[in-house]
């Protein structure tokens, strides 16, 4: 990026780290995402294969797992806005097959699931309360899309004071140019970008 230098003078992009106690977050890995003729398209796929592998060695190292879908209810009128913009959310139901979980991201009973309306996980939900009770400070981020709900996910873990780690191979958008763009962004002024062999090298 041409600009770069911008930031690095204004002293954009500081570490976080890791801190005392790691959760992770899945966003929308539903099977609406999975399909281009629906809301998937780029990398998205790819994300959810990294995922899977990040998931299983997550439930390894005994980490909290929390899992956000979204989904809508009363014909899309419960979402405002957001579904005028993007009307093919009007669609996704809580019932409907492109709602589900993708079958290799299954939620286990044991772990944290919710329902969002909107794009970030915390926004109507009681992720952040039961981040707390479980003493969280850091948060793996996957899911997609990078540039929607992912991105809002990850400013609101700020918001919330925590430290927002963005698992970079387990994140997928739609398309290619706002996913480069939006992780160069969070990386600059909320979160940590991390690969998946680096979150496994830590956790392991």
């Known amino acids: 990026m041409k600009d770069i230098a911008i930031y690095e003078k204004q002293s954009f992009g500081q570490k976080l780290g890791f801190g005392r106690k790691t959760a992770l977050l899945i966003i929308d890995f539903q099977v609406g995402f999975t399909s281009a003729d629906v809301l998937g398209g780029f990398n998205i796929n790819q994300a959810i294969d990294n995922t899977a592998k990040l998931l299983n060695a997550a439930r390894k190292a005994g ?19 957001f579904g005028d913009k993007v009307p093919a959310l ?7 097959p492109e709602a589900q979980f993708v079958e290799s991201v299954m939620p286990l009973p044991t772990e944290y699931v919710s329902v969002k309306r909107h794009s970030s996980a915390f926004f109507g939900t009681n992720f952040a309360a039961w981040l707390a009770y479980e003493g969280v400070d850091t948060l793996l981020i996957t899911g997609c899309t990078t540039s929607g709900c992912v991105r809002a996910s990850t400013v609101d873990a700020s918001a919330h004071g925590l430290r927002p780690l963005v698992v970079t191979d387990c994140v997928g958008d739609r398309a290619e140019e706002p996913h480069h763009a939006s992780l160069f962004d969070m990386g600059q002024k909320y979160a940590d970008l991390i690969t998946l062999d680096e979150v496994l090298k830590e956790i392991a």
């Open 63 to 81: 980490l909290p797992i929390g899992h956000v879908r979204f989904a809508t209810a009363n014909n899309g009128r419960d979402v405002g806005t």
């Open 90 to 96: 009007k669609t996704i139901t809580e019932e409907s």
